[in-house]
């Protein structure tokens, strides 16, 4: 597809470039190896951007220069760029800002001790892979979040400490009782854990003699 089209653009151009078929089969080789794992949506706006900047038949740095552009474009580092990011900062991957949440999610994907112990030319490749997935994702408008960094406050744990003290004074039992009762708030909202320990809480207040509805959710007071 790429060379159907340069020969298009370029015309007579891209046929003085090559003395014979078979430099044009290797070119179209190394040409592969060069961008291996860019899809053809990446590709085509490189493309149509080459025929703007360029009357001769790009080179290959040249081309991989168009599609690093895009990046630039989403705030998202170059594949070399993001692989060392993610080797410098596989031992602590929550505890980092990540110059790009597709970086940190590339990581996670080709496994942080893999990217930790192995050498480069074993594993460049995965990661870039994963990583050009990530960034597709960006650039079709997914809005990636990388979780909370360990060892950082999560600001909501005020919000649901006010929450289980005002609804125990609403219930008119102890913040002893109020926060036994709402641990099950603490989890992942619709997860099993989540579920389990609210049945936990209404078998708790059972127990203790208390007719009460427990919320789904943290709610203004």
Request: proline content about 5%; overall charge negative.
């Amino acid at each position: 597809m790429l060379f159907a089209r340069f020969m298009t653009i370029y015309g007579h151009k891209f046929k003085s470039v090559f003395q014979s078929e078979d430099e044009i089969r290797i070119a179209k080789r190394e040409w592969a190896l060069s961008l291996r794992g860019y899809t053809e949506q990446e590709l085509v706006p490189a493309i149509d951007r080459s025929k703007e900047q360029f009357v001769w038949m790009p080179t290959i740095a040249e081309f991989l220069g168009l599609l690093r552009k895009d990046l630039q474009d989403y705030g998202l580092p170059a594949v070399l760029s993001a692989y060392q990011e993610a080797c410098r900062h596989a031992d602590h991957p929550r505890e980092r800002e990540w110059s790009h949440p597709a970086v940190y999610f590339a990581g996670r994907a080709t496994d942080w001790f893999r990217l930790r112990t192995e050498d480069k030319f074993d594993v460049f490749g995965d990661f870039e892979f994963n990583y050009r997935q990530f960034c597709q994702r960006v650039i079709d408008g997914e809005d990636l979040t990388v979780p909370l960094p360990l060892g950082l406050p999560d600001r909501s744990s005020n919000t649901l400490a006010l929450f289980v003290q005002g609804w125990g004074e609403q219930q008119g039992i102890t913040a002893q009782q109020a926060a036994t009762l709402l641990y099950y708030l603490e989890k992942p909202k619709g997860s099993p854990i989540r579920a389990h320990f609210k049945k936990h809480a209404e078998a708790k207040a059972c127990q203790w003699g208390l007719v009460l509805q427990l919320p789904d959710d943290v709610a203004v007071i």
